[in-house]
C-alpha cells in the first residue's frame, strides 16, 4: 500500500493552496478543476501561465465531445477497433488578460507578495486572492472568482476584480476566446492516453458585437459543431476595442483607475454544439442565454449553485467525526463525482472526469461498477441516466456482438460513443465481463429503486441481450458444465484465460434475474408481455437455456480455494521480493507476457466478487481466498484499494481495512500514484464512498432489502451518511458499540442488522449494538485441559484447568452458547469424562471439517453451529496460530498463556480463574 503526504490544508469544506507552486502547477490544475457534469475547466490561470519548464495542460472539456481517427496497427486482425475516440481540448474561453501601465501579469514574472487558492465545495466557486508587484514596483491586488453552472450546463462565469495598491494608472483587461486548441501527445504512459498530433477542432467563423464575442469551430472527422460565446458586465467607466487574430477574438478594456480603487469584471461564457441542436441555432442560443445571464448577474448564478449544492450535500455528504483529512478526502470525492457525471442520457462518467486527457475522456466499466451505486443511493435519477446512456448505445453495441460472431449485444470496454475504442484486445474486447457490470448495475438499479417502467421499457431489453451474447460465446464442457472462455477479468495483469470466476458468477446472477424478471413478466401481464416476445424474438427455449447455463456455470476450485480463472493456481508466483520499487506499476516496465504467465494481480478481482455478490459466497471461502490472493495484488490499478478495503473490512480486519480506506479517500488530493497531473481518479473517488457504506458500515443490497453490518474504526468517534432506496431516505449513524437507523421520510422499511431484521419508521428509529457476546468458541487443550504430551501423558489423566468451570457455569446462567472447537475426535469423550459436557451447545472436532487447525474453519463453523454473526463471537485460545486464524473472520480473541503475551491476541490472559463474563463483555464492545 502507497502512503502520500498531505499535499493542501486539511479544513472541512475547502481545498486551499497558500502558496503559488509553478514545479506541480499541473496537479493543481486538475485539483481545482470545476465543472458540472457538461462542460469541465481545468484551474489553469486565467491570465495564463506561459514560461520555460512550466508543466501546464490548459484543458476546458465538454463531456461527449470528441472527434474520431483510424486507429493504425503494425499488424491488422478482423474485429480490431478501427476508430479512436478523443475527448478535445476545446475553445479556450476563461482567459483575461491584465496590464497595468503597460506591464502584463503575470505569476512568473515580477514579485507574489499575497496568493491563495480556494476551491469552495459548498458554494461550488473556484476562487483566487493574488497581490502581485510589477518589475517597475507597481503592486496589484487580483481577485478572481470562477463558476460552472449547475443549473444549466452551457453556462461558465468568470468574475474578475482588480484594486491598484500604490498607484494610479492605466488598467486593461483583455478577455479572449481562443479557438487555437490542441491535445497533449502522451505516448509514453497508455494510461495518460495517445491524443491526435495537432488541431483538429477548427475555427469556422467568429461574432462579435459591442461586448458581444464568439467563435464557431468544427471537428475534423466527425463533423461536429461547437459554439462558444462570451459577454462582459465592467462596473467602470471603459474604452472598448476588438481584437481579431488567427484563431483567437478578444475584447480589449482600457480605465484609468485610482490607487484603492477596485473594478470588476463579469465574464459570462457558454457552450452550445451540433451533438445536441442544429447548426443554424447555435449562435442563437448562446446570444439568447448570454442575454439571459448577463441581466440576472454574477448573485444570481451564485444562489442557483449554493441551492443546487445544498440539495446534493443533504443527502451525499458523509461526516466523520475524529478523522480531518478522511474528511475533507470523502467530500472533495464526493464533490468531484458530482462535478463529473452525465446528465442527459446521452453522456456517462469517464475514468477521469471532465478534468484531463488521461484514457482519452472514455467511459469505462468504472461506471456501473464503482460510480453508479453512490449516485443510486444519493440521486438515483443521475444512476438512471448512466443507465439510459447504455442503452443509447445500445445499437452500436448489437453491432460489435456481430463483428465478435456472437448473438445479442456487447457493451464496448472503453468509449464514448458507443463503439469500441481500445486498440489492445487482450486488455480491452476480452473483458466480456462489461456486458456482466451493465446487468448487474441494471438489477441493483430496480431493486433500489423499483423502477419498472424502466425494467420493461429499456432494462430487459438490454438484459436479454446481454444473455444471448454470453449464451453465444459459452459452451458446455463434460466434466465441468457452462464454460466462458477466452476472457479476461478484471485483473488486467492475467489476460485471455478460461472461466474467470468474477466474469462467470457475475454472468450467472444476470441470467437468474432476467430469467425470473421475465417469468414474473409474463404472469403477471402477459399481453405486454407477449408484446416484448414477439419485438424481441424471444423463445421459451432460449429462456430455458439461459436458466440451464445459470445452474451449471463453472467455477474453478482447487486446494480449498477458488481459482481466479482456471489455470491461475498452476502458475509460479512472481518474484515480489526481488522487484524494485521503482518497477511499480508492473505495466510500464514489463512486457505483457512476463506478467500474463504468473500469479501476480493489478486489482481487485474476485474479490471483487466477493463485494458485488457476496452472498454467493462462504465466510470462510471470503477469508481463506482473501488471505491468498491479497499478497499478490500489486494494487497497481487505482480501482483496487476500496474493494480490498471493503472485504478486509467485512472480515473484522479494520487495521488493514483502514490503510486500503485511507489510500482510495486521499488519492487524489495527496497524489499518491502521482499522475492526478493527467486527472482525477473517478472509480477510486467512488470507491471511498463505497468503502464507508459497504465496508464500515458493511451495507450490501440482495433479495430486495439493505443489509447492514457497522463497524467503527478505532480512531473514530462517531460517523454517518443517508441512503435513498426505495423512496424512502434512511439516516445510518454509527457511534461507539451503536448504530442508530432513523427513516428522513418515507414509508417504514424493513433492513437487517448483522442477519437481524428490523423495521424502521419515522415515528420509531432504530438503535442497535454493532457487538454483542453472543458466543464463545473454547479450545480444548491449553485452554479448558493442560496441554497433553501424548508420550508421557493419556487424555484420561487430564483435569479441568482452574476457573474453566466457573466460568462456564456463569455463561450457561446467561444464556451465551459456548462451543468447543478442537482438533482432537475425542473432544466431547475428554468433556464427557470431565462432566462438563453440558456447558457445551455444540463440539466441533477435526471430523466435521474438511482442514484442521489452524485453518479458520473450524471456527467460522463452531459460530455457524450455533446461529451466530462471528462479529458477536469471541475465541479463547492458547496458539498464537488459532487467535489468527479467528481474527481472519472478525472474532474477538483472547489468548491463554502464564508466560508471555501473545501480540495477535486482542487480550492475553494467564488462565480463565482469573477471567469472568463482565470483563469479557467490556472487552468486546471495544473498538
Known sequence: MREGNSIYEVEPWSIRESSFDPIHNRRGETIFT??????????????????????????????????????????????????????????????????IDGEQFNLLSGRVIEYERILDMQHGILSRHVVWESGTGKQVQVDTQRLISFDNKHVAMVRYTVKPVNFTGEIKLISALNGKVTNEISADDPRAGSAFGGQVLHTVQSYEENTFMALEQRTTETEFHLLCGAEHTLDYDYTLSTIQEDERIAKAFTMQVDEGQSITLDKSIVYY??????????????????????????????????????????????????????????????????????????????????TGEGYEGHYFWDTETYMLPFFLYTKPELALRLLEYRYYTLPKARERAVEMAAEGALFPWRTINGEEASAYYPGGTAQFHINADVAHAIIQYVEATGDQDFLQSKGLEM??????????????????????????????????????????????????????????????????????????????????????????????????????????????????????????????????????????????????????????????????????????????????????????????????????????????????????????????????????IGGFAGMRQYDGRLHFEPKLPPSWTEYSFRVQFQDRLVNVNVEGNKTTYSLVRGEPLTIEHYGQEYVVAMTQPLEANNRDLCAIVFGLEGVVIPVIDEESETIESAELLPGVEDLLQHFADHNIAVVLASHRSDAEEV??????????????????????????????????????????????????????????????????????????????????DGLNLETMIRWMQLP
Not at 447555435?282 to 448570454?290: E, G, K, P
Not at 451525499?316 to 472533495?332: F, K, M, W
Not at 446461529?867 to 472478525?890: K, L
Open 463 to 692: 438484459l436479454i441481450e446481454i444473455s444471448r451474447f454470453f449464451l453465444s460465446v459459452g459452451n458446455w464442457i463434460t466434466g465441468k458444465g457452462f464454460c466462458i472462455n477466452g476472457v479476461t477479468g478484471p485483473d488486467e495483469y492475467t489476460a485471455i484465460v478460461n472461466n474467470n470466476t468474477y466474469t462467470n458468477i457475475m454472468v450467472k446472477d444476470a441470467l437468474e434475474f432476467t430469467v425470473h424478471e421475465l417469468t414474473q413478466w409474463e404472469e403477471l401481464t402477459p399481453d405486454s408481455y407477449l408484446a416484448m416476445h414477439s419485438v424481441m424474438g424471444l423463445t421459451e427455449e432460449e429462456i430455458a437455456d439461459w436458466a440451464r447455463a445459470a445452474d451449471e456455470i463453472y467455477i474453478h476450485r482447487q486446494n480449498g480455494l477458488i481459482g481466479q480463472d482456471d489455470s491461475f493456481l498452476d502458475k509460479g508466483v512472481w518474484d515480489f521480493d526481488n522487484t524494485p520499487a521503482e518497477n511499480y506499476p508492473l505495466l510500464l516496465h514489463y512486457h505483457p507476457l512476463v506478467i500474463y504467465r504468473q500469479q501476480v494481480i493489478k486489482q481487485a478481482d474476485l474479490i471483487l466478487a466477493f463485494y458485488l455478490l457476496g452472498e454467493k459466497f462462504t465466510k470462510l471461502e471470503k477469508v481463506k481466498n482473501y488471505a491468498y490472493y491479497e499478497p499478490l495484488t500489486t494494487h497497481d490499478s487505482s480501482l483496487s484499494a476500496a474493494i480490498h478495503a471493503i472485504i478486509a473490512a467485512e472480515l473484522g480486519n479494520m487495521d488493514h481495512a483502514y490503510n486500503f480506506f485511507i489510500e482510495s479517500a486521499r488519492m487524489d488530493l495527496d497524489d499518491i500514484h502521482g499522475n492526478v497531473k493527467d486527472g482525477i481518479h473517478a472509480a477510486s473517488m467512488a470507491g471511498s464512498w463505497l468503502t464507508i
Open 831 to 912: 468433556v464427557e469424562k470431565l462432566g462438563v459436557r453440558q456447558y457445551f451447545n455444540r463440539i466441533i472436532t477435526s471430523d466435521d471439517v474438511e482442514f484442521s487447525k489452524p485453518d479458520p474453519e473450524i471456527f467460522i463453523k463452531a459460530a455457524n453451529a450455533v446461529n451466530i454473526h462471528p462479529y458477536h463471537t469471541m475465541v479463547i485460545e492458547d496458539s498464537t496460530e488459532s487467535i489468527q486464524s479467528a481474527r481472519q473472520i472478525g472474532m474477538k480473541t483472547i489468548a491463554v498463556s502464564s508466560l508471555t503475551r501473545i501480540d495477535s491476541a486482542h487480550f492475553t490472559v494467564p488462565g480463565l
Open 34 to 99: 470545476v465543472a458540472n457534469g457538461y462542460l469541465g475547466m481545468r484551474g489553469h490561470f486565467e491570465e495564463g501561465l506561459e514560461g520555460a519548464g512550466i508543466n501546464a495542460l490548459n484543458g476546458t472539456y465538454l463531456n461527449g465531445f470528441y472527434d474520431s481517427a483510424d486507429i493504425t496497427y503494425g499488424e491488422e486482425a478482423f474485429g480490431y477497433a478501427r476508430k479512436r475516440q478523443t475527448m478535445l481540448n476545446v475553445t479556450d474561453s476563461k482567459i483575461i488578460e491584465l496590464f
Open 273 to 354: 454544439s451540433s451533438k445536441d441542436y442544429e447548426v443554424d441555432h447555435l449562435l442563437i442560443l448562446a446570444q439568447s442565454t448570454l442575454k439571459e445571464v448577463k441581466a440576472n448577474g454574477w448573485d444570481a448564478l451564485t444562489i442557483k449553485q449554493k441551492e443546487y449544492l445544498d440539495e446534493f450535500w443533504e443527502i451525499a455528504d458523509v461526516n466523520v467525526e475524529g478523522d480531518e483529512l478522511l474528511q475533507q478526502g470523502l467530500r472533495y470525492n464526493a464533490y468531484q463525482l458530482f462535478q463529473s457525471v452525465g446528465r442527459d442520457g446521452k453522456t456517462n462518467i469517464s475514468a477521469k472526469g471532465i
